[in-house]
């Protein structure tokens, strides 16, 4: 019955960022994302370079190099959209901005397009990071899709994040 009356705490569904296959973030061949690091989250082996927002939020920021993307929640929570491993080499050969800084966006809405090809004509690996960037120690994350299964653009939930 009290229940009624405590505040609920801020949620977000994070959805893929890209169609492909779903894999532990522990699986991407780069050891400080797999290690965490630099937050909890989840990878996408793309079979698409189109590249979504995974949630409801406003572009805080995009690399000069558009490999990356910051976005924040209006519940507070921040996250990086990373496209590839070490594709920062490449200087932007290969990604094509859509989305700007500033702009608010809606999960599904396109921010970049990916020559997914062209990345692994020249050796790179194209696993794409959905990562929560928010502080551990404020956020509980919950797995809601499966690893090895399909997803696609943001089609659903891959992970819940909540605020502890």
């Not at 976005?71 to 932007?92: A, R």
């Not at 004509?121 to 899709?145: C, N």
């Amino acid at each position: 019955m009290f229940n009624l009356f405590k505040k609920k705490k801020p949620s977000v569904n994070v959805r893929s960022c890209a169609e492909g296959i779903l894999i532990p973030l522990e699986d991407v061949k780069d050891a400080v994302f797999a290690s965490g690091a630099i937050g909890r989250g989840a990878a996408i082996r793309p079979t698409s370079g189109k590249i979504v927002s995974p949630v409801d939020g406003i572009i805080r920021m995009i690399f000069p190099t558009n490999h990356a993307v910051g976005i924040e929640t209006e519940e507070g929570f921040e996250f990086i959209i990373h496209v590839g491993i070490d594709t920062v080499k490449l200087k932007g050969d290969g990604f094509k901005r859509i989305a700007q800084e500033g702009k608010t966006v809606k999960a599904g809405e396109l921010l970049l397009e990916v020559d997914l090809e062209h990345l692994k004509d020249r050796g790179y690996d194209t696993d794409t990071m959905v990562i929560l960037t928010t502080g551990e120690d404020k956020v509980e994350v919950i797995e809601a899709t499966p690893y090895g299964e399909k997803v696609g653009a943001s089609d659903r939930p891959i992970f819940i994040c909540t605020s502890r």
